[in-house]
């Protein structure tokens, strides 16, 4: 088994680059966001109501509620090395902290009637990831493993990730399902869970698409 240390030390050789070049796809990130962004068409199109702007800031409320905690619990984990961005982070931390209230103020103010996002947190919404990636693992890894194992000229035992979850995972999406087919929900919940599991596939997608990007 692979030490976490090496790991570490070796940062796997997979991959080199420089800060210039991060500091460009960066850049290439936030330009990008416009490209294929519904949100921004509608603005273009001067064809955004206040149902949407209400509904995008329902949409990135958890994210901001969430944020200075991530910030906090991401610079504890850092070693003394990462020093500058441990301190950064603390300061992140505590300049988003109250963001999320800017997020209650506007709603409040433009006649949003809905519930308070702060009681809206999506727990349930992890079951919904669960039975997607269960799902696409289970069908979709007995499918491609065996070529990738031959493509590679790789041995089962040492593809036992994809291998035992593509064998595991062929039942859980059905039993995630169940699970939540048990579960009392409301139309409303079902709606978001949709919408968690269309993110959860475009997220996923887009791990493996910059995984064999040139």
């Not at 991530?70 to 982070?89: M, R, V």
């Amino acid at each position: 088994m692979l030490e976490y240390g090496d790991a570490i030390n070796q940062q796997l050789e997979y991959g080199h680059a420089t800060m210039d070049q991060l500091e460009n796809e960066i850049k290439k990130a936030i330009q990008g966001f416009e490209k294929n962004n519904l949100f921004i068409d509608k603005i273009r199109e001067n064809d955004l109501g206040i149902e949407d702007y209400h509904r995008i800031l329902l949409g990135v409320f958890s994210q901001v509620f969430m944020s200075s905690s991530s910030f906090a619990l991401a610079s504890a984990s850092l070693g003394e090395k990462y020093q500058i961005a441990k301190d950064y982070l603390l300061h992140h931390a505590e300049e988003e902290k109250s963001h999320w209230v800017w997020i209650l103020n506007d709603l409040a103010s433009t006649g949003y009637k809905g519930p308070d996002p702060r009681i809206m947190q999506f727990p349930i919404g992890r079951l919904c990831m669960a039975a997607v990636l269960e799902g696409i693992s289970g069908s979709l890894g007995p499918k491609y493993g065996p070529q990738v194992m031959t493509m590679l000229k790789i041995a089962p035992e040492f593809m036992q990730f994809f291998k035992s979850h593509g064998e595991l995972d062929k039942g859980h999406s059905q039993e995630v399902l169940d699970a939540i087919r048990k579960t009392e929900l409301t139309g409303y919940e079902y709606w978001k869970l949709i919408g968690v599991a269309k993110n959860t596939s475009e997220l996923y997608k887009s791990i493996y698409n910059s995984a064999v990007s040139r």
